[in-house]
């Protein structure tokens, strides 16, 4: 029997219990910081998105393969070592993707009502992490900071009316913040140009289409230089050629005396926050754009703008947080790996893997990491092929007492159905699909009552 | 609204498509492969990995290709899954390179 461990239990997670589970003689356990699976599939996705939460019946499907477990409540690293799993398990897969933020790297950062957009999302998610967050949503003017789809996920959850929220699966501490908002502009940055944005043409749509939001851009950026016009052209353009039809359609419509009002703005790059004891603004440099077709650069021109605001949000990026004994390349936030065997230096360290975000960076979106997963949970199949020769490896027999003498109360994936099921019927009485445990307490709770019946 | 494999996909049947989707939305014959609207949740995995650029989500269709629609809601119905990537066909890269990808 090949034993695996894979840690964290979002889509790439799955992916690869999936894929290894189809091979004969192997057993899976599925480790996972909070004491609920799925990931940026539960706490990622846009509460206004029910459909891309859909993946996660595939994840049942998997869960319920024989040789799978799930093991919630279990944080690697601090409750229990790398080297511990590899005592226990032949192999371990890193799915842990990408929990931090790549910041700015500018003054002023750090002013009260300067935030990653990641944790306005964590927030309006429900994840237990981010309950604490308090988003002063009096503020009239938002700006956010990047020109891809999370940019525009929260621009459009910050843009909608609060009644488009109500039947949806966000937490109620954001519903309720959310109804006494006060926001009016919301001002997206972006570096580059607009045929260079990174909104899928879908969510740039969305933008065009909120309630009682007018949306914006100065006509003069639907002129494209000649690179931007040979990248739209390129069957690598597809997307931006969308984009380009749908901004031009935005800038030809009428001014609109619109509650709430998106600013779409390109060529600036913010080079300082400013403030007395929180945020007032942000001082943005228009920037230049110089290379060729799909090689682009932005560089700051030196000409300056402010622009106050009360709130601001980065969203460029996610990134990779390392494991304690995992070799971990700091610039690029991600465990060093040749296809998902993870390596130190150039050789491949036996039994490590990676897969998804944590392997190859924090791009792409929920399917993009299945591939990546087979590829990972191939090369590891046939690092074992060799199953006659296995040392044994005891799996959860050890993990589980283990993780009891330590003191932790883990769930298993039957606990996690009976906080699904709770949180449906919650959810039910106030017409939305479910309403989120949002306390881990809560979440025990739910199973004991669940037990209790 | 769904997402459809459309005319390109023809005498190539890359199945790049197929190891992008996080659900199981991909059925196929022997020439081809369809999207089952039923389960396809429009994540837009599968557009940029298409070799031959077959797919194209509803919204975006040009109209020639409508009836692409009802092909693929058909045969997606009545063919089985396809679920792992396969060998393209015989002349797959000499097409794709006649569509001028």
């Given at each position: 029997m090949l034993r695996v461990a894979i840690v964290g239990s979002g889509p790439s997670g799955f992916y690869a219990a999936e894929a290894l589970l189809k091979s004969s003689s192997v057993e899976v356990d599925m480790l996972e910081?909070?004491?609920?699976?799925?990931g940026l599939v539960r706490y990622g996705?846009?509460?206004?998105?029910?459909?891309?939460?859909?993946p996660a019946m595939a994840y049942a499907r998997t869960a319920a393969m024989p040789g799978f477990r799930f093991v919630g409540g279990v944080t690697v690293g601090?409750?229990?070592s790398v080297s511990e799993l590899q005592d226990a398990y032949h192999a371990v897969v890193f799915c842990?993707?990408?929990?931090t933020d790549r910041e700015l790297?500018?003054?002023?950062?750090?002013?009260?009502?300067?935030?990653?957009a990641t944790e306005l999302v964590g927030w309006y998610n429900g994840h237990p992490d981010y309950l604490q967050r308090n988003f002063d949503?009096?503020?009239e003017r938002v700006v956010i900071v990047g020109h891809g789809n999370v940019a525009a996920d929260v621009c459009r959850i910050l843009a909608k009316p609060v009644d488009a929220l109500r039947?949806?699966?966000?937490a109620k501490h954001a519903l309720k913040t959310l109804s006494a908002s006060r926001v009016r502009e919301i001002y997206l940055i972006g570096r580059h140009r607009p045929v260079q944005a990174k909104f899928t043409d879908k969510e740039l749509r969305e933008l065009g289409e909120i309630p009682q939001a007018s949306i914006s851009l100065?006509?003069?950026?639907?002129e494209l230089n000649p690179s931007s016009t040979a990248e739209a052209e390129d069957p690598r353009g597809q997307v931006a050629a969308w984009n380009m039809m749908l901004l031009r359609e935005f800038a030809a419509r009428a001014a609109s005396t619109a509650q709430r009002r998106i600013h779409l703005r390109f060529l600036e790059s913010p080079v300082a926050l400013y403030g007395e004891d929180r945020l007032e603004g942000v001082i943005l440099e228009r920037n230049r754009l110089e290379g060729p077709p799909f090689g682009q650069r932005a560089h700051g021109s030196g000409d300056t703008l402010r622009l106050d605001c009360g709130l601001l949000f980065r969203s460029v990026g996610y990134k990779g947080v390392p494991i304690p004994g995992v070799p971990f390349d700091t610039p690029h936030g991600i465990i060093p790996n040749q296809q998902g065997r993870v390596i130190q230096g150039k050789s491949p360290l036996a039994g490590l893997y990676c897969a998804g975000w944590i392997k190859?960076?924090?791009?792409?979106?929920?399917?993009?990491?299945r591939a990546d997963a087979v590829e990972t949970a191939t090369h590891l199949l046939s690092d074992f092929?060799?199953?006659?020769?296995l040392p044994s490896k005891a799996g959860a027999s050890t993990l589980l007492p283990l993780l009891s003498d330590r003191g932790l109360r883990c769930t298993d994936f039957q606990d996690w159905l009976k906080i699904d099921a709770a949180e449906i019927a919650r959810g039910a009485a106030a017409g939305k699909p479910r309403e989120k445990f949002v306390r881990v307490q809560d979440m025990f709770g739910a199973i004991s009552d669940r037990a209790a019946v | 609204m769904t997402t459809v494999v459309t005319?390109?996909?023809?005498?190539?049947?890359?199945?790049?498509c197929v190891t992008v989707c996080p659900m199981v939305c991909f059925h196929g014959d022997d020439k081809m492969l369809y999207i089952d609207p039923v389960v396809?949740?429009?994540?837009?995995?599968c557009l940029p990995v298409c070799p031959v650029r077959a797919i194209y989500e509803v919204k975006n269709l040009p109209p020639e290709k409508h009836h692409w629609i009802a092909i693929n809601a058909e045969r997606s119905a009545a063919l089985q899954l396809v679920t792992d990537k396969a060998q393209p066909l015989p002349g797959a890269l000499e097409r794709k390179k006649q569509l001028g990808f």
């Open positions: 910081r909070l004491p609920v699976p799925y996705v846009a509460p206004d998105h029910p459909k891309l939460k859909l601090r409750d229990v842990a993707g990408a929990e790297g500018i003054p002023g950062e750090e002013l009260p009502g300067s935030y990653a949503l009096t503020q039947q949806t699966d966000i100065d006509p003069g950026y639907l190859r960076g924090p791009s792409g979106i929920i399917g993009t990491n092929a060799e199953r006659d020769c | 005319d390109n996909c023809d005498l190539c049947r890359f199945t790049d396809c949740i429009d994540c837009g995995a």
